[in-house]
C-alpha cells in the first residue's frame, strides 16, 4: 500500500466498516512505520488488472495490514470488497500478511474479530488461528465481544542462499508501507 491507495482504500474502509472505519491519519500513520530498516508495519493492497491486462492499475479490490514487536504479530485489518467475497482474495491477503510476519520473525500471530462475524472467523480458522480470549464489549457502540485469536508461526526455513523470486501466494501488492484493530 503505497500513500495513493489511501483514498481507494478508504471507499472500502467507509463501506465495509461503518461503525468504525478508520481515518485517513491513521492510515497515513501507519504507513510510516512501514517504511526503511526499522519498519515494523506491512501493508498490502489487491488491485485487478489494469487496462492492460498488466497486474496492478486496476480497482483496487482488498488491503490488509500487519504490525510487528517483540515476536508477536497483529493482524491489524483485512478487507476485500463485497462483490469479491467468496473468491479466495481474503485467503491470498492473509497468506501475504502471514508472509510479512515470518519475514518479521514472529513466533505468533494475533488478531481480533467481532464474535457475530462468521465470515472473517472461518477464514482465520481455516489459516490455524485458534480462540484464545474473549474481550467483552470490545466494539463499540454497539457493546459487541471480540474474540481473541492466534496461530503459532513455524520457524522460518534456513536460507539457502536461493533467490527469492515472487510468490504466488503473495499476489497482493506488498508495499512499502495499522492501531484500532478492525473485527
Ligand atoms: C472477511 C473477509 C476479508 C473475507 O474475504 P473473502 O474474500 O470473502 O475470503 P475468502 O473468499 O478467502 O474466504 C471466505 C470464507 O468464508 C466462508 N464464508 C462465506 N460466507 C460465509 C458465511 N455466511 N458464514 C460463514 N462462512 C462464510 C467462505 O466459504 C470462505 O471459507 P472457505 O474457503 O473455508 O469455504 C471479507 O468478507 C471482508 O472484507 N469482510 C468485511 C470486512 C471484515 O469483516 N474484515 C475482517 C475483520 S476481522
Known sequence: MRWWDIEPVLELERELFPRDAWTPALFWSELARARGPYATRRYLVAELPGADGAGGGGRLVG???LAAAGGTGDIQ???TARDRWGTGLGGRLLTALLGAATEFECEEV???VR???PRA???YERFGFETVGLRRGYYQPGN???LVMRRHM???PPDHGLDHGPDPA???QGSPQGTVPHG
Do not use: H, M
Request: aromatic share 4%.
Open 121 to 123: 472467523r472461518r477464514l
Open 110 to 112: 494475533l488478531l481480533e
Open 144 to 146: 459487541v465481544d471480540a
Open 63 to 65: 488491503y490488509g495490514g
Open 170 to 172: 503473495t499476489e497482493p
Open 77 to 79: 485489518t483485512i478487507a
Open 154 to 156: 513455524d520457524p522460518a
Open 115 to 117: 464474535v457475530d462475524n
